[in-house]
Structure formats: structure tokens, C-alpha cells
């Protein structure tokens, strides 16, 4: 006879039948081989686009082409092993030189934009959350830059930044934007800020969109004004959307490429980038070494966005920090309403 009892909530147990074993956590017999059948596809896609490439990059960094004789006796190009001597000249001699100015640069422009960037954007987020007329309008134009492709917005800012472009018109001088120095950094910069920035602007905006009103409704019954609810509310509760868009800029930073290779050019100290650098190297078959730089580049953009995720990226959906607010707004109201 099975005896039967009743639990607090009602539900009545009994000893027959043991516990399903989706009940128990435990995994069914066939469920583990379905989930590597959907994901399969995704990992062999992953596995030719990325992991091949950087083994291949990887392998071709150890050798290098070198002039020799072959068995009858005609000279010929032949890719020699050379072990880490490609990663030991990016720090002596000329390719160490160039290399160290690349890095350089390529840090220069990604702090310098991204900063640029946030703030612009978050500006730009500001404006575009407050009701007024022609908000709509005003959303549409500031997606205009971000549409137009790389290559386009580099050669319109190079005919702005000719000799005798609407820049030096402007300004009523004769500035060599596209020459070699500072002048050249700082078209980069204003070219990839006027283009970048609506993304940031247009990732924050969203994340402000989610935020609920009756947060703002607390805050102004407590007498908060703008700039109080700005430091905290708006900044804290859109910190996890403004993150993942920094973090964002900041990988495509570290790779840039097109804009300063087409509004400036190539073989410019002042602007070659890490990645402009190893275009340099294969276009001039030293594969070897365009593989090494290749491979730093990496190593670079892994680092920085393995450390920019630890130290910023605590509390990454603001989960916590929106329910610390909104459970305060809700006391707030509570006690105004007595």
C-alpha cells in the first residue's frame, strides 16, 4: 500500500514513480548529440573563416622567401624555416622602426577616436531621446555617416582636405591635411569620428529607450533635476549598452585600414597602421613578415578586449543596478502618495 502525503502547497507525493530526468538535471540519452548537430554548422563555418586563417598566418610567419640555386642551378625563390626571426625583427632594424611606429599610431587613433566617439555620441543619444519636433528627422540624418561605406567617406574628406578644398577655404590657410604630420593625424581622426560616432550615438539611445519611466517620475518628485538624473539614472542604467559599443569601436579601431589608406595613402609614417603595415609587407612578397605582423595585430586585439571585458565588464546587462533604482523610485512614490 503506498502511503500518501500532503505537502505545504497542496501537491500530494507519492512513493511510487522516481523523478523525471529533466526534473533531476540529467541530461536525456539523444540530447547531447542533437546539440552538436545544430551546432556543427556553426562550428565548421567558425573553423574555416577563422581558426584556418590565423594557423595559416601562424605557420607562414615561421618562414621566409630567400634567393638560392636549384638542382640545375638557376636561382629561385624558396620560403626558408627561420624559426622566430620574423618576430625578433619587429623589434630591431628597420621592420622594428616601422613597427613601433604602426603600434603607435594604431593606439594614438584608437584612444583618440573612441574617446571622441563616446563622448559625441553619448550627445548625440541625449538630443535624440528628448521629445521635440523633427526628432525623427533628426534620427535619420545622423545615420547618413554611418551608411556611407569606409572607402566613400575617405575620398570625400580627402577632396575636403585638398589644398584647395572648403577645409583650408574655411580656415583661409594652406594646410597639407593629406602630406606627412600632425596635420594628416588629425583628418584621420575627424573622418572617423564624424563617420563612427552615430553608432555609438544610435547603440546608447537604445539602451536609454528601455528605461523605465517611473524612474524618471521618482526622480523628479524627490527634486532632481537634469543633471542629477543624468549622473544617476541615465549614465548608470545605459553603462552596460555603452560598454559593449566601446568595446566594439575599439576592435574595429585596432584594425583600421581603409580610411587612412584612402584619404592619406599608403607609405605615410604619420597614419600607417598595424594593419597597413602588413599590407605593405605582403604587397611587397615578404609574406613571412606580413604574416608576423598579422599575428602581433591579433595578439594585440585579444589582449585589449580581454582586459577591457575583466576590469569594465562587471554587471554587464545592468541587471543590479536597474533593480536598485527601480526598487527605490517605487518607495519614493509610495511615500509621496501618503
Not at 626571426?85 to 622602426?97: K, V, W
Not at 528628448?130 to 555617416?145: C, E, K, N, Q, T
Request: aromatic fraction near 10%.
Amino acid at each position: 500500500m503506498t502511503t500518501t502525503t500532503a505537502s505545504p502547497a497542496g501537491e500530494q507525493t507519492g512513493a511510487a514513480g522516481p523523478a523525471s530526468p529533466h526534473r533531476r538535471g540529467k541530461r536525456t540519452p539523444g540530447e547531447g548529440r542533437m546539440a552538436a548537430m545544430l551546432l556543427s554548422p556553426t562550428i565548421l563555418v567558425l573553423v574555416l573563416v577563422i581558426v584556418y586563417p590565423l594557423l595559416s598566418a601562424v605557420h607562414q610567419s615561421l618562414y621566409r622567401a630567400e634567393s638560392g640555386l636549384d638542382v640545375d642551378g638557376f636561382v629561385s625563390d624558396v620560403d626558408s624555416f627561420v624559426g622566430l626571426a620574423n618576430y625578433a625583427d619587429l623589434f630591431a632594424g628597420e621592420s622594428g622602426r616601422r613597427f613601433v611606429n604602426a603600434f603607435a599610431n594604431t593606439t594614438f587613433f584608437t584612444v583618440s577616436t573612441v574617446f571622441l566617439e563616446t563622448v559625441l555620441g553619448l550627445c548625440l543619444a541625449l538630443a535624440m531621446n528628448r521629445a521635440f519636433r523633427g526628432r525623427s528627422f533628426l534620427r535619420a540624418s545622423i545615420l547618413v555617416p554611418w551608411a556611407v561605406p569606409t572607402a566613400v567617406s575617405g575620398l570625400l574628406w580627402r577632396w575636403i582636405f585638398q589644398s584647395d578644398g572648403i577645409a583650408n577655404t574655411l580656415l583661409g590657410s594652406e594646410i597639407l591635411w593629406t602630406a606627412e604630420g600632425n596635420a594628416s593625424k588629425l583628418a584621420v581622426i575627424i573622418a572617423e569620428v564624424w563617420k563612427t560616432a552615430p553608432f555609438i550615438g544610435l547603440l546608447v539611445l537604445a539602451g536609454m529607450q528601455v528605461i523605465p519611466g517611473e524612474v524618471y517620475e521618482a526622480a523628479k518628485i524627490d527634486g532632481a533635476g537634469w543633471w542629477r538624473q543624468l549622473g544617476s539614472i541615465t549614465l548608470p542604467l545605459v553603462k552596460p549598452t555603452l560598454l559593449v559599443a566601446v568595446l566594439f569601436r575599439m576592435l574595429d579601431a585596432l584594425r583600421m585600414f581603409d580610411l587612412p589608406f584612402v584619404l592619406v595613402g599608403p607609405g605615410k609614417e604619420s597614419v600607417e597602421t598595424l594593419s597597413m603595415l602588413a599590407w605593405d609587407e605582403s604587397n611587397q612578397l615578404r609574406y613571412g613578415s606580413a604574416s608576423a605582423f598579422a599575428v602581433m595585430l591579433f595578439l594585440y586585439v585579444a589582449v585589449v578586449a580581454i582586459v577591457f571585458v575583466k576590469v569594465l565588464g562587471a554587471d554587464i546587462t545592468g541587471a543590479k543596478e536597474l533593480k536598485l533604482i527601480t526598487k527605490k523610485s517605487r518607495t519614493t512614490k509610495a511615500e509621496a502618495t501618503r
